[in-house]
């Protein structure tokens, strides 16, 4: 279990230094966990209120100090309630995610559109946003294999991230997936449809979601171009 945690405590703090917004990065790694906030609130010996405005970004980011209380707390608590840790850095089954990686640095999500070769179909007002990482996920597959924790596993150290669904018919299925989790990506690009289902471009829409579909000829081009980012 140690060496277990130790992995999680330290994908965690990566995914918080790098991120510009570290509070809601801690959020969402609570919220992964199942942990609320008034017991973490406990567990670090600090009001709700202090934990509330560090995650909402109402104070300025937390110091080393509070991450590493923070961090640790989160983790006595799962190993207390939930022992999904282990779920965390192993997914049920690994084939559904083609590829999953961080960037070095931050990109604009204008900037992925033209590296995925994708036309942009919602969000073009949210082309400006930073996008921190990506996931390669074969659609068939995730469908059908990953259960409702293992999608949250998708989102890698952050959802501020591109999610691209490869082997697509229309769309539908990805979008409705995402629209029943509690994280959010950022980003979708879709790969394989000529058309995009109405209900997809609605639910982008509805969640505030950029959504492009790629004209790449095979998932590997851009598999490629992401790895070196």
Known sequence: M????????????????????????????????????????????????????YESGRRSSPGVGFLKRYIEALVNLDHLQNRLLDRLVEPTDKSAILALGEFKKPLKANQLAKILESKILVGESLLEAQIFGYTVLDSIRAIYSLSGFDFYRIFGGTTERVLIFTKVGMGRSPLVAIRVSQLKPRMVVLHGPRAVDPLALDLAKRENIILGLSSAPTEQNFQQALSGL
Do not use: F
């Not at 945690?5 to 703090?13: P, Q, R, S």
């Not at 801690?26 to 202090?50: D, F, G, H, T």
């Open 2 to 53: 140690e060496s277990i945690a130790d992995e999680v405590m330290a994908k965690i703090a990566g995914s918080v230094v790098v991120s510009s917004n570290p509070g809601m990065v801690l959020k969402n790694w609570r919220e992964r966990l199942y942990v609320k906030q008034i017991l973490l609130a406990k567990e670090m010996k600090v009001s709700p209120s202090v934990l509330s405005d």
